[in-house]
């Protein structure tokens, strides 16, 4: 094995645990006929309630695990729930979850959502972790990841923001425009994947927000010629193509659950909702959008649909991949972008007032795309 390159988690001294309880949290789905409702209930279809009580399962600024970009100044939009119409959302139990994955490698995959999802998913786990946990982050390449040694369990990030090979697979480092994406070449990640027990991918922004270049070679090959291609649904195509080639190849038949999340929500605010009448983005909501018919405009359905196919085509060759769609549900909450509500964040180009529109607050959306995959882990 390699040198371990060690990230001190530094940017919050953690102050003895303090979590903040869930209080009437949702129901409690102790009960068989409550499960049993919950399962077959469909989780991502419903709306946000005001509920200024409940649902907090961590504090952002205490979390040993948050990034400073995510941490936001202001908690109004924590005062809203995740109400599926059918059922509840399943309480989050961070002793069964740890139980759960006990000996175990759950990996998330993919791209800075990805890692705004996987830091969630820490922090939420955090006030469960026995007292003198190791919280230090250990990094190895493009993986990063958490180690608990009383519970054998690794929680990591694998930094794979197009799932192929690309020129900006470098974890610190991935501000290289154009892109050159290898749409055939995921080898290099794919063997890190191997020994993973769960594995929860994502791939979409990067496929819309920057103009990139399409290679066919790998990084080492002779042949490392790119030119440009303007359709992006089948360049998109192409490289979901070889990632599920991939899993069918080495995932067949094993014991290995894999996830894929639906697009994460980018805003380009409709001005209409703007009730607050400011030009400075998504960063100025202040409530979640109430129309149930919202559809994030920054989400291309037709790619979406090109990730439903793939993978139910995958299934059909054998290798079963659970969709966490998402996309909705998050949708309605642009004012919960981690934007210039976050503290001390400073933009590269120097502005305060950084308003990404991408990337959420935590805690916030992400806790409820866990809270969900939770549901679904707790299941296998
Ligand atoms: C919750 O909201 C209600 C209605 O706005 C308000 O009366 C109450 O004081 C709030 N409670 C907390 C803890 O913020
Ligand atoms: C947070 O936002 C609310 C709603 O806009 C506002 O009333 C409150 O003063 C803000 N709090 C802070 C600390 O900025
Ligand atoms: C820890 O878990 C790994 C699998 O992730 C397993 O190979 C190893 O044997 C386990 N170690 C112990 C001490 O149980
Ligand atoms: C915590 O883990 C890191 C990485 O494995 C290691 O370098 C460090 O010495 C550990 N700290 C303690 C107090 O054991
Ligand atoms: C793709 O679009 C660019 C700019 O819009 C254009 O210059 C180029 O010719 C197009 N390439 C192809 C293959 O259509
Ligand atoms: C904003 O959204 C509303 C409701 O979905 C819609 O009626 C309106 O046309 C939208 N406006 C723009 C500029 O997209
Ligand atoms: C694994 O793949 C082979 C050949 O592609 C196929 O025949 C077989 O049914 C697959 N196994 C499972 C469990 O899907
Ligand atoms: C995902 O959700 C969207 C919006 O609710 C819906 O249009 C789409 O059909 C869903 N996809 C799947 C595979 O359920």
Redo the contacts with the bound molecule.
């Keep these: 094995m390699s040198h371990h390159h060690v990230i001190t988690v530094s940017i919050f001294v953690f102050v003895a645990f303090f979590l903040i309880l869930p209080g009437n949290d949702v129901v409690d789905v102790a009960s068989k006929a409550s499960e049993s409702r919950t399962r077959r209930c469909d989780l991502f279809s419903g709306k946000w309630v005001f509920d200024n009580i409940t649902d907090r399962l961590y504090d952002g600024k205490k979390c040993s695990f948050n990034e400073v970009k995510f941490v936001c100044l202001n908690d109004t939009h924590l005062k809203w729930r995740w109400q599926p119409h059918e059922c509840d959302l399943p309480r989050f139990d961070g002793a069964a979850f740890l139980e759960k994955v006990r000996?175990?490698?759950v990996v998330l995959v993919g791209d800075s959502l990805s890692r705004n999802q996987w830091r969630s998913l820490l922090c939420m786990i955090e006030p469960f972790l026995p007292p003198g946990t190791n919280k230090t982050l250990i990094l190895e390449g493009n993986f990063i990841f958490f180690h608990s040694s009383e519970y054998?369990?690794?929680i990591g990030f694998h930094w794979a923001p197009v799932l192929v090979e690309s020129n900006n697979d470098d974890l610190g480092d991935h501000q290289t425009f154009p892109g050159i994406f290898r749409v055939k070449s995921i080898e290099k990640h794919g063997r890190q994947w191997l020994?993973s027990?769960v594995l929860i991918f994502d791939s979409y922004a990067w496929w819309t927000t920057h103009s990139f270049l399409v290679s066919w070679g790998s990084s080492d090959g002779p042949h490392s010629t790119h030119e440009q291609i303007n359709n992006t649904l089948r360049v998109f195509e192409m490289a979901l193509n070889s990632w599920s080639d991939w899993m069918e190849m080495h995932f067949n038949g094993t014991k290995t659950k894999v996830f894929f999340m639906s697009p994460s929500p980018f805003s380009k605010l409709n001005k209409t909702y703007n009730v607050y009448g400011t030009d400075a983005g998504c960063g100025e909501m202040r409530e979640p959008i109430p129309d149930e018919d919202y559809w994030p405009s920054g989400v291309d359905k037709g790619m979406m649909r090109m990730v439903e196919s793939v993978i139910d085509k995958l299934g059909e060759r054998g290798v079963k991949v659970e969709y966490l769609n998402v996309t909705r549900l998050s949708g309605y909450r642009e004012d919960a972008h981690s934007s210039n509500k976050v503290i001390g964040w400073v933009n590269w180009k120097g502005s305060k007032r950084y308003s990404d529109c991408l990337h959420w607050c935590l805690p916030g959306v992400p806790d409820v795309w866990n809270r969900i995959l939770y549901h679904y882990i707790m299941r296998l």
């Design positions: 000996g175990k490698k054998n369990a690794t020994d027990d």
